[in-house]
């Protein structure tokens, strides 16, 4: 699904997170926002999410104005930077959580939610583990069934923060491409955070740079690299 | 085996581990056992007695209904203040945090007092009260209010330190997932606290049946009404009655037993989750 983000500011007390932010991103497109600390990129995602309210700007799933909708009614999926697992819960639960917490007259069967979270857990490459718990699962694992967690509803989109930052390399490979994978083979239209540059320009299709707030260039990694539009640009990839 | 500057001789180990535990015989040991002795100095009979007179049952119903009502209300208030204190941003959050924690540092008899002097017959509402044929001082509500002041604290602080460490994070996960306000406090929010919470609980219920100062204030001490548990221990100390005061107060021991036991067992099944909440 396209996603619009039309002159989006937020500021925290003083100091603005995002100012005047405008961003069009198409059907099944993968992007990454990339940038500093305190640039606004996880400001920016949580908006998409609805986790945060712009003060000002609207942002639009297709021709849907979201803006002041709840993360629940977003139709999107939310893969968070440490798991976020609910550590009480077996990994069939917290992928079935999404479903179970439906109103009665539209949630699956229980039978079909159990065949849902089998499918999920084949997805992310993790078929067998339902019963486990959280806690005893590596961090790469709990990733991924943080991602099939996030994809129970069958989101259209899928907003991830920083969601490979608390892995190790090997493991942040493994975890990069499963993840280009789903997001093709389901047709989603994925965004991420990361302030790692290599990492935007080998996953996504295009890369958004934040820097204080602003956008300083939205391009292809090729496009980016060989004609970076600022001077922040430039010193950010060096 | 420590270094040699941490090795203690035979003896003065010896010496610091009969010191602590004579210090621990004497002080918390003798005394239990003291309470137990005499309340059972006439036989199990005679304790039976004195613990089932209409006085001493009713003392005894009345410590569970101002327990039962004072618990569940500060259980509600603290997981209300501590949700909000932990979860969400506001001006004055500082000052809210101390006014939780201010009844630890009053003396029960001033916080007994200041009911009295707000309900009493000669307090800022006395009149009015009366008027309308209202009792709260010399009553159960007078009972209630001063205990729900004394053991305000205990949930709330239990909580509030849990909750902040674990932030917002599993809460948001929950409602990016579809879960509303209310399913996710119900599936997310309780079971990330659950044991702290029983912590705070049990904490709250042995001090709102133990309390003695505050609703010493307000009770009026009148026989079969208004007296609890401990003051109904007084009032036949003062009698003499030695038998019937520490068979009553036998009881109340016997609720400090179970409560550490119960927390001990807490502690030791759940360590993990009380060490890292995570």
């Known amino acids: 699904m396209s996603i619009r983000i039309e002159h989006v500011s937020k500021s925290y007390s003083a100091y603005p997170a995002l100012d005047d932010v405008s961003l069009s991103i198409g059907d099944g497109e993968f992007v990454a926002l990339l940038g500093p600390s305190g640039s606004g990129k996880t400001t920016l995602l949580r908006?998409?999410?609805?986790?945060?309210?712009?003060?000002?700007?609207?942002?639009?799933?297709?021709?849907?104005?979201v803006t002041n909708d709840k993360p629940a009614s977003r139709g999107i999926g939310f893969v968070f930077q440490h798991y976020a697992l609910f550590g009480h819960m077996t990994v069939a639960q917290n992928i079935a959580f999404g479903l179970n917490v439906m109103a009665r007259r539209i949630r699956p069967s229980r039978r079909a939610i159990s065949d849902r979270v089998e499918e999920l857990l084949e997805l992310v490459q993790l078929p067998g583990l339902g019963s486990r718990y959280p806690s005893q699962l590596s961090g790469g694992q709990r990733q991924r069934v943080a991602l099939a967690r996030a994809l129970a509803r069958n989101p259209r989109i899928l907003l991830l923060d920083e969601p490979f930052g608390a892995l190790d390399a090997k493991v942040r490979r493994e975890l990069r491409e499963a993840l280009r994978v789903i997001h093709n083979e389901l047709g989603l239209t994925s965004i991420f955070v990361t302030h790692d540059h290599e990492e935007a320009f080998t996953l996504a299709d295009r890369v958004a740079l934040l820097n204080q707030g602003k956008i300083e260039q939205f391009d292809t990694p090729r496009q980016v690299e060989s004609a970076p539009a600022t001077d922040f640009v430039r010193a950010f990839l060096d | 085996m420590p270094a040699?500057?941490?090795?203690?001789?035979?003896?003065?180990?010896?010496?610091?581990?009969a010191g602590a535990i004579g210090y621990v015989a004497l002080i918390l040991l003798l005394p239990l056992g003291a309470v137990l002795t005499e309340a059972f100095k006439q036989g199990s009979s005679a304790w039976m007695a004195a613990i089932s007179t209409p006085d001493a049952l009713s003392s005894i119903k009345l410590?569970?209904?101002?327990?039962?009502?004072?618990v569940v209300l500060n259980t509600i208030f603290g997981i209300a203040a501590a949700w909000a204190i932990a979860k969400f941003d506001f001006r004055g959050k500082a000052a809210l945090v101390a006014l939780i924690e201010l009844p630890f540092s009053v003396s029960p008899v001033v916080s007994g007092l200041v009911f009295v002097l707000m309900f009493g017959a000669q307090g800022w509402f006395g009149p009015w009260l009366e008027a309308h044929d209202i009792h709260i001082i010399f009553a159960l509500?007078?009972?209630?209010?001063?205990?729900?002041?004394?053991?305000?604290?205990?949930?709330?602080?239990?909580?509030?330190?849990?909750?902040?460490?674990?932030?917002?994070?599993d809460e948001e996960a929950a409602l990016t997932l579809g879960a509303s306000g209310w399913q996710t406090f119900w599936h997310v929010t309780l079971p990330n606290i659950r044991f702290a919470l029983l912590y705070g609980v049990?904490?709250?219920?042995?001090?709102?049946?133990?309390?003695f100062g505050a609703v010493s204030v307000v009770s009026g001490h009148i026989r079969g009404e208004t007296n609890t548990m401990p003051l109904q221990v007084e009032a036949l100390y003062n009698d003499y009655d030695f038998v019937g005061a520490f068979a009553v107060a036998s009881?109340?021991?016997?609720?400090?037993l179970v409560t550490l036991g119960l927390k001990t067992a807490l502690e030791w099944r759940h360590r993990d989750q009380l060490a890292a909440p995570h």
Do not use: H, W, Y
């Open chain 1, 47 to 65: 908006i998409l999410a609805g986790l945060e309210v712009p003060e000002q700007g609207i942002v639009c799933f297709g021709d849907r104005d």
């Open chain 2, 4 to 17: 040699a500057g941490l090795r203690e001789l035979p003896i003065i180990k010896a010496l610091l581990i």
């Open chain 2, 63 to 70: 410590t569970l209904i101002v327990a039962a009502i004072s």
């Open chain 2, 141 to 169: 509500p007078g009972l209630v209010l001063a205990t729900l002041f004394v053991t305000f604290p205990f949930v709330a602080r239990q909580l509030i330190p849990l909750m902040t460490s674990q932030g917002r994070t």
């Open chain 2, 202 to 211: 049990l904490l709250c219920n042995a001090r709102a049946m133990g309390e």
């Open chain 2, 251 to 256: 009881l109340l021991t016997l609720l400090a």
